[in-house]
């Protein structure tokens, strides 16, 4: 087993940066501009942009005046001590009594800071929104049971938004039933044929048709992470080399599933 290095607590605080020539995600947009959801659940497998569109959601957000927090957890944040700390850290701009803990040490903390986190959460209507990336990290028990305890907490203009690979265990059910969760899945987050067509014209060094265009849909599903690939094997030779040869763009694919995927995974998987 590699052990795993902390990323620095500035790094963790930062959402991702906006990418060159970035796509908006449409359906995605309209869905959350709708809900009035406590809980925001992006949750797909590696390549469907989750990070992406949540990030594309803070910066809508902040331009609109709502004070927003990002979070990256990792396999280290199963220690209670530290998610605690990370989550309140997170939130020291937009809670009051927190602006100290950016400058806490993370060696010796216990679980104090979740249960301090918890009491100002109960204490304060201030409005945001905080945003947990990579949560399939999450699985020690008691740190699931601080992020549902947290749920439970949020105030009436306050919402958590939750970035994972798998779905994590917390009370969906209860909070679907509730009317409090809003579920953005791999269906609404793969590309639509605009949305491709859109990633495709932005590269003006692709030589297109509409039938490409398609076809190229038809054959990565919508699957964000396929459609890089496909228009970074294409090159300046144009997208349909790729869609003539399905073994090069496969191999592709299956090395992209094995770094990027199969490396998440526990050994015994």
Known sequence: ???QVPRPLSLKLCPPRPAAMEI???????ALAQTKAAVVLFSAPAGYGKSTAMGQWLRALRSQ??????????ANDNDPGRFGLHLYASL??????SSTVRNTRVEG????????LLDVLAATETPFVVFVDEAEHLDSAEVLATLAYVIEALGPHQRIVIGSRTRPNLPLGRLRARGLLLEVDEALLRFSMDETR???????????????????????DGWPAALQLATALGGSTGIGAVLGSAGDFSRD?????????????????
């Open 1 to 3: 087993m590699s052990l």
């Open 24 to 30: 908006e995600r449409g359906a995605v947009a309209a």
């Open 65 to 74: 005046g709502v004070p927003v927090a990002w979070l990256t957890v990792d």
């Open 92 to 97: 020291a701009s937009l809670l009051p009594d």
């Open 109 to 116: 903390t216990a679980g104090g800071h979740a249960y301090r």
């Open 198 to 220: 859109n990633y495709l014209m932005a590269r003006p060094q692709m030589s297109l048709s509409d039938a490409d265009v398609q076809q190229l849909q038809r054959r990565t």
């Open 253 to 269: 694919l299956a090395a992209y599933l094995a770094e990027d995927v199969l490396a998440r995974l526990p050994v015994e998987q």
